[in-house]
């Protein structure tokens, strides 16, 4: 497959570039950088630093990737970008290569990041998650499968984002949110069931009334979160989704925001 690169584009000729991609006007490719076939960089998109894309990704303007990290911690070494196949970056987006020498900052496949979104260093992303416009993460955050994060939501170092769970706009998230459910406000606090996640994905009825129940007792019983759980897991019915939630919850290191 053709490769098409514009003439102002600069392009290291160490990178490696898949068959079928496009690469538009004033784009500039550093010389670790590995791209996939077919993706399509639109135009002044900057591409830096041991960066490994999947295919068929589209870039769009000023969109920065792999440059390296902000944190202040960084003292050199390889520090890696990893990328999966089937993502769309937005105009502005930036997203960073890991801290640590040898470390990866990971994204999956089939994700969808808005403009001004930002990707901080040595954070996981899964699959099929939606960040809309400027939702940022800070360092060492991971996001679960098809997690949505809302407008100018602010993620926390070292939180976690479950599973369909939805950030609210502008919200504040200090701990973790738990999988399946909403999360709004300052700081943010697990609101309810994500009801429309749940159910545009497949999730069985009888797992969605065990995950309404299992809401009840972590963040309305007053209980804590330890008896919550034991309390969720001897009295509903058992599924995939809820084990997840309870697992999820018990791994918490920063805390339910609840």
Do not use: W
């Not at 392009?11 to 490696?16: G, L, N, R, Y």
């Not at 490994?52 to 589209?58: D, F, K, N, S, V």
């Not at 098809?146 to 602010?154: D, E, P, S, T, Y």
């Not at 209980?223 to 018990?250: G, M, W």
């Amino acid at each position: 497959m053709t490769v098409k690169i514009h003439p102002t584009a600069i392009v290291d000729s160490h990178a490696e570039i898949g068959g079928g991609c496009e690469i538009g006007p004033y784009c500039v490719l550093g010389a670790n950088v590995k791209l996939g076939e077919g993706c399509r960089l639109h135009s002044h998109v900057v591409m830096d630093g041991l960066t490994t894309i999947g295919a068929r990704c589209e870039f769009f303007p000023f969109a920065s990737i792999g440059l390296k990290t902000q944190d202040l911690k960084y003292s050199g070494g390889k520090c890696y970008l990893e990328i999966g196949s089937d993502n769309v970056f937005r105009e502005h987006v930036t997203v960073h290569t890991a801290t640590g020498d040898g470390l990866s900052t990971r994204i999956g496949s089939h994700n969808n990041f808005l403009s001004y979104s930002h990707v901080a260093h040595d954070c996981i992303v899964g699959n099929h998650v939606i960040f809309s416009n400027n939702g940022t993460l800070a360092g060492h955050v991971v996001v679960e499968d098809f997690a949505i994060v809302g407008g100018l939501a602010a993620i926390h170092q070292f939180c976690r984002i479950g599973t369909m769970s939805i950030i609210g706009g502008c919200a504040k998230v200090v701990q973790d949110v738990p999988p399946y459910m909403m999360a709004d406000g300052n700081p943010a606090e697990t609101r309810g069931v994500n009801k429309v996640g749940m159910e545009r994905n497949g999730v069985p009825e009888e797992a969605q009334r065990s995950l309404r129940e299992a809401f009840k007792i972590l963040c309305r019983a007053g209980l804590t979160v330890s008896n919550a759980l034991d309390k969720v897991q001897s009295e509903l019915p058992p599924s995939h989704e809820l084990e997840h939630f309870i697992d999820f919850c018990r791994k918490s290191e920063r805390g339910i925001a609840r």
